[in-house]
């Protein structure tokens, strides 16, 4: 039987709350894990998502996603591919809260002017795009890494990929956390930068 005949594809929808990004090569958004009503599910992102994508969405936000779904007949092996991502309507997860009898509405974590009791991980933006990733974005991720985990703060920050920051010829291009931005940075550099703005986060371990 050809691959054709055994793949099913068809639309799903799904809600769930956002866990995390998935990265590939250490710096290429390729989806987000998703915690629904069935389980933690992977959904790998279309590309157009992937460049515009809100690196700053903190986890447990719930979201809405659309798109096309492939079901291996022989394997049952099921793909997500998602075509749209959606904030999800509050409303309806605050009423089920009450209705399970969970916290109140005025401190529930949904609330968008709530502020959060716990927070995800802070974030280093690096562009991916290939003028950023020919000047040596590539060897910059790799440094970021290193340098985060010999300090022991790579539970506390993560590494987060984006789309093109609109000074290809200045690459390779982060920003940190306090949206201060840096171009032509090389990965000898990056230890500098990591205790300049993160020598507090190390005290606190």
Same mark, same amino acid.
């Given at each position: 039987?050809?691959?054709?005949?055994?793949?099913?594809?068809?639309?799903?929808?799904?809600?769930?709350?956002?866990?995390?990004?998935?990265?590939?090569?250490?710096?290429?958004?390729?989806?987000?894990?998703?915690?629904?009503?069935?389980?933690?599910?992977?959904?790998?992102?279309?590309?157009?998502?992937?460049?515009?994508?809100?690196?700053?969405?903190?986890?447990?936000?719930?979201?809405?996603?659309?798109?096309?779904? %492939? +079901? @291996?007949?022989?394997?049952?092996?099921? #793909?997500?591919?998602?075509?749209?991502?959606?904030? $999800?309507?509050?409303?309806?997860?605050?009423?089920?809260?009450?209705?399970?009898?969970?916290?109140?509405?005025?401190?529930?974590?949904?609330?968008?002017?709530?502020?959060?009791?716990?927070?995800?991980?802070?974030?280093?933006?690096?562009?991916? %795009? +290939? @003028?950023?990733?020919?000047?040596?974005? #590539?060897?910059?991720?790799?440094?970021?890494?290193? $340098?985060?985990?010999?300090?022991?703060?790579?539970?506390?920050?993560?590494?987060?990929?984006?789309?093109?920051?609109?000074?290809?010829?200045?690459?390779?291009?982060?920003?940190?956390?306090?949206?201060?931005?840096?171009?032509?940075?090389?990965?000898?550099?990056?230890?500098?930068?990591?205790?300049?703005?993160?020598?507090?986060?190390?005290?606190?371990?």
């Amino acid at each position: 039987m050809s691959k054709s005949y055994s793949t099913e594809i068809s639309e799903f929808c799904l809600e769930g709350r956002f866990l995390n990004f998935v990265i590939e090569d250490s710096y290429k958004l390729k989806g987000l894990m998703l915690s629904t009503s069935e389980g933690e599910r992977y959904i790998k992102l279309a590309k157009h998502l992937r460049a515009t994508f809100d690196w700053q969405l903190p986890p447990g936000t719930w979201l809405q996603v659309a798109g096309e779904k %492939k +079901s @291996d007949r022989k394997t049952g092996e099921v #793909k997500l591919k998602a075509e749209r991502v959606m904030a $999800a309507r509050i409303e309806e997860k605050l009423r089920e809260r009450e209705s399970v009898g969970e916290n109140s509405l005025h401190n529930s974590p949904d609330l968008p002017n709530e502020p959060k009791r716990r927070r995800g991980k802070t974030a280093i933006l690096v562009c991916q %795009k +290939s @003028d950023c990733m020919k000047r040596g974005g #590539k060897e910059v991720c790799h440094a970021l890494q290193k $340098a985060l985990g010999d300090r022991d703060l790579d539970s506390q920050i993560t590494i987060q990929a984006t789309g093109c920051m609109k000074n290809c010829k200045a690459g390779p291009n982060l920003v940190m956390p306090d949206k201060t931005r840096y171009s032509r940075i090389q990965a000898e550099q990056v230890p500098t930068l990591i205790e300049k703005h993160f020598a507090s986060h190390s005290t606190e371990l």
